[in-house]
């Protein structure tokens, strides 16, 4: 069974800093996909980012990059020079390519301080 | 990417009663899936709708609880009945993506709350 674990309940970062929220994740199948979703207060799910697991790069969708470690089963999420929107929950998901069903962390919830 | 929308936005209801929550896809899509999100948690996947056949439930979900119906490949409706206070949550559907990597998007979600 796939799982994820997101283990920062909550992270603050100053405006126009970087910032790294974790995610670890565990799946026996060799061929998954990992996933950051948002989700601000309004309550919907945006998407950010996707790396697949065969993939030789890490991702990046503008400010956002993915860290991609497969030895340590990490898909860190990287958001540079944070902005005031950009506080909100933050999900980390994966799928196997076997299936369909997306896993989520727990999330952690990013504050931005101006 | 697809744009989904969800009606109801928002409910409150009474115990006992049910609500039918409505997905509309402006593009025709295979599967559509129906997630819950109780108050501070993550997203927990209810079923997954295909066109033309039964959806098929996770654990801890059954239909007579939250039937859903998919008349075709751009709506879906998902009913949460003889509802409860612990039914209080955000309901989300979602499509897969087009790249065929797995991602989802998800549709605005339903806030319902009941008393």
């Known amino acids: 069974a796939q799982k994820i674990t997101q283990t920062q309940p909550g992270m603050f970062v100053q405006e126009k800093e970087a910032v790294t929220l974790d995610c670890t994740y565990d799946t026996s199948d060799p061929s998954y996909g990992l996933f950051w979703y948002k989700q601000p207060s309004s309550g919907e799910m945006i998407f950010l980012i996707y790396q697949g697991s065969y993939d030789q790069q890490n991702a990046t969708e503008g400010r956002y990059s993915l860290n991609f470690q497969k030895a340590r089963k990490s898909a860190n999420l990287v958001i540079s020079a944070s902005q005031l929107g950009d506080s909100a929950m933050y999900f980390c998901?994966?799928?196997?390519?076997?299936?369909?069903?997306?896993?989520f962390g727990e999330g952690t919830q990013l504050t931005v301080n101006p | 990417s697809a744009v989904i929308s969800q009606k109801p936005s928002r409910d409150i209801c009474q115990r006992g009663t049910s609500l039918t929550i409505q997905c509309q896809v402006d593009s025709q899509v295979t599967m559509m899936f129906w997630y819950r999100q109780q108050p501070g948690q993550s997203l927990t996947l209810i079923a997954t709708a295909n066109q033309g056949s039964e959806a098929t439930y996770e654990s801890g979900f059954v239909i007579d609880k939250f039937p859903i119906s998919r008349p075709n490949l751009t709506f879906s409706t998902l009913t949460v009945s003889n509802m409860s206070p612990e039914d209080s949550s955000i309901y989300l559907c979602s499509v897969q993506g087009p790249s065929g990597g797995g991602e989802q998007f998800f549709g605005p979600g339903t806030r319902l709350t009941v008393l």
């Open positions: 998901a994966i799928v196997e390519t076997s299936g369909s069903r997306l896993t």
